[in-house]
Each structure stands twice: as C-alpha cells, then as structure tokens.
C-alpha cells in the first residue's frame, strides 16, 4: 500500500508543480464555479470529495485551497452545511475541498477509527490525490495549501502534518494526535479546542464518544510541534471565554492554542443541529468564537514558507 502511497505523492508533486503561475506550464481552469462533486479512485477504492470554488475566483491564478475534514459520522457535505466555509471562501478567495471518510470516518493512525482504522486505509494518499486532483481542475499556489478538521477530521489533520509534506499549515478542531510521527517538516498549527469537551479530553484522559480516543494531552501535543518548529516560549492572551497561547517560530511559522471555556465537542460558531446533537449525544457549539474565520486569518497569515 505505501508503494502505491508513493505513487500518488509524486501525482500530488507533479500537479502541484504544474500549479505554478507559468504560462508554460499552469492547466486549463476547468473548476467549475459554486459546488461540484466528484470521484477518483485510490488504492482501487472509489472516492469521493466535493468542491466549492467561488463564483468571483480568478481563472487562471494560482490560488489556495483548504482542505475540511468532516467528523465521525460525518460527511463532507455535512462539513460544507455546518462550517461556514463556503462562505469564507466567497470573502477570502480560494477553493475548498470536501473529502469524504470510508464508512463516516478516517484512518488517523494507533488502529483509530472506525473500518478505515482498522483496515489500515490510507487517508493520507487519499487526501494527497485530492489535492492533485484539483490542482488538474484549476491552479492551486502549493505554497498556499491548507488542511483543517473537526475531530475524527482534526486527527487526520495531525496525521497529514505527520506523513505529508503538502501542507503549510494545519488547524485541528476538537481533535489531538494518534500514532507516530516522525520525522514530520515544520508546518504552522492553530489547535482549537473546548475546555469541557468530554470526547476528545484536553487534559488527554479517555474520551466519553464511541471511539475511545485516549490520547496525549493537547498542551503535550502542541510542545511538540514548537520543538519542531523551533519556536519561542507561548504569549497568552486571554478574551472572554476565549484564551489564545500563541508561539513564533523559526521562518515565520507559529503554533497557536485557542481554547474556548465551557465548549464541548463541536465546532464553535457552526450552525447548531438539535437533532444530531442529541442523536450523537454532542454539546450545542459555542458561540464565543466563530473557528472558520479565526482558522482562515491563521492560514492566510501562513504561506509555506519560502526558504
């Protein structure tokens, strides 16, 4: 399977190249404006993913793309109803991809979640050939490649920071980090989390959902990341119910905490469903931080670097 893995990388290298504002060199825009839905196939798996390019984007400009991965149980067209991403995208001007989980859910590593863990699927490959796969439809800056999640998804974030190298920034929701990592680039990391959520404990003890995530506390996760980063010591700021921990780090990337007082396990500032909150048994999202627009001022702030 990592043969194959190797196979899409390099897919995933040659698009991005192609991506480059080139006029020798950049495809054809063929993205279709507003929503789109497609499929590609992976590890001789048929998947899916949708699209959302705003009606106003350039065409032929390389411009950047955000990757949304959706939560357990979720799907990517939940992910697109929920976030408010498509309408970011509308105000910031870049593409959004929507993958979708085998079975709701993603492989993130330590045997997690769901059928995609434990049959080792490779989401990793399945998100690099995402990316390719836009970078075919319209020029996308490789420098300007973005990946965001929401738990099960937030894990996934962390294992693309881990295992790829086509992100210049990451921002996990509700989430931490599974498996081994090493030895991962330096990448920016903005960590968004609710101090009373019971799935995924910020303090790392075992989580209440149905997958049991027991992993490392969210502070230790994020020391990691500074050590890779060589970043300074944490300037906090506190807001409210909002407190930020934000470190600067070596080429200009920087890991920020933000740790929202009181929230559960949800995306804050997403649009509330009831009936999902209590079939799933989730808390209502807080209001004291819209997460969409913090996330893409953070990645707008945070090109791959050049160096």
Same mark, same amino acid.
């Given at each position: 399977?990592?043969?194959?893995?190797?196979?899409?990388?390099?897919a995933?290298?040659?698009?991005?190249?192609?991506?480059?504002?080139?006029?020798d060199?950049?495809?054809?825009?063929?993205?279709?404006?507003?929503?789109?839905?497609?499929?590609?196939?992976?590890?001789?798996?048929?998947?899916t993913?949708g699209?959302?390019?705003?009606?106003?984007?350039?065409?032929?400009?390389?411009?950047?793309l955000?990757?949304?991965?959706?939560?357990?149980?979720? $799907? &990517?067209?939940?992910?697109? %109803?929920?976030?408010?991403? =498509?309408?970011e995208?509308?105000r910031g001007?870049f593409?959004?991809?929507?993958?979708?989980?085998?079975?709701?859910?993603?492989?993130? &590593?330590? &045997?997690?979640?769901?059928?995609?863990?434990?049959q080792?699927?490779?989401?990793?490959?399945?998100?690099?050939?995402?990316?390719?796969a836009?970078?075919?439809l319209? /020029?996308?800056?490789?420098?300007?490649?973005?990946a965001?999640g929401?738990?099960?998804?937030?894990?996934?974030?962390?294992?693309?920071?881990?295992d790829?190298?086509?992100?210049?920034?990451?921002? /996990?929701?509700?989430?931490?980090?599974?498996? +081994?990592?090493?030895?991962?680039?330096?990448?920016?990391?903005?960590?968004?989390?609710? &101090?009373a959520?019971?799935?995924?404990a910020?303090?790392g003890?075992?989580?209440?959902?149905?997958?049991?995530? =027991?992993?490392?506390?969210?502070? %230790?996760v994020?020391?990691?990341?500074r050590?890779?980063?060589e970043?300074? %010591?944490?300037?906090?700021?506190? +807001?409210?119910?909002?407190?930020?921990?934000?470190?600067?780090?070596?080429?200009?990337? %920087?890991?920020?905490?933000?740790l929202?007082?009181?929230?559960?396990?949800?995306?804050?500032g997403?649009?509330?469903? $009831?009936?999902?909150?209590?079939?799933?048994?989730?808390?209502?999202?807080?209001?004291?931080?819209?997460?969409?627009?913090?996330?893409?001022?953070?990645?707008?702030a945070?090109?791959?670097?050049?160096?």
């Amino acid at each position: 399977m990592r043969a194959l893995a190797g196979v899409a990388v390099l897919a995933v290298a040659v698009s991005l190249t192609a991506c480059q504002p080139r006029h020798d060199a950049a495809p054809a825009d063929r993205l279709a404006r507003g929503s789109s839905s497609h499929s590609i196939t992976v590890d001789d798996r048929e998947r899916t993913f949708g699209l959302y390019a705003p009606r106003s984007l350039p065409s032929g400009s390389a411009v950047p793309l955000v990757v949304m991965l959706h939560g357990g149980f979720g $799907t &990517g067209a939940q992910a697109q %109803e929920a976030y408010g991403w =498509d309408e970011e995208a509308d105000r910031g001007g870049f593409v959004v991809a929507y993958p979708d989980g085998l079975n709701r859910a993603w492989a993130v &590593g330590a &045997g997690c979640c769901g059928q995609p863990g434990r049959q080792a699927v490779d989401d990793v490959a399945f998100v690099e050939a995402v990316v390719a796969a836009v970078g075919r439809l319209t /020029p996308i800056d490789p420098a300007r490649v973005y990946a965001t999640g929401m738990s099960n998804g937030a894990l996934l974030s962390y294992r693309l920071a881990c295992d790829s190298r086509l992100f210049a920034a990451i921002a /996990p929701v509700a989430g931490t980090q599974l498996g +081994d990592c090493a030895p991962p680039a330096p990448v920016s990391v903005l960590h968004v989390h609710g &101090g009373a959520d019971a799935n995924v404990a910020f303090d790392g003890s075992p989580g209440a959902g149905v997958a049991k995530i =027991d992993g490392p506390p969210v502070p %230790e996760v994020l020391a990691g990341w500074r050590a890779i980063g060589e970043c300074g %010591e944490p300037v906090v700021t506190v +807001d409210g119910e909002v407190t930020t921990s934000s470190s600067q780090c070596a080429n200009g990337r %920087e890991v920020e905490l933000v740790l929202v007082a009181g929230a559960g396990h949800q995306w804050p500032g997403s649009r509330p469903k $009831t009936a999902v909150e209590k079939l799933l048994g989730l808390d209502p999202p807080s209001d004291a931080l819209d997460a969409t627009a913090v996330i893409w001022r953070f990645f707008a702030a945070h090109p791959r670097p050049a160096v």
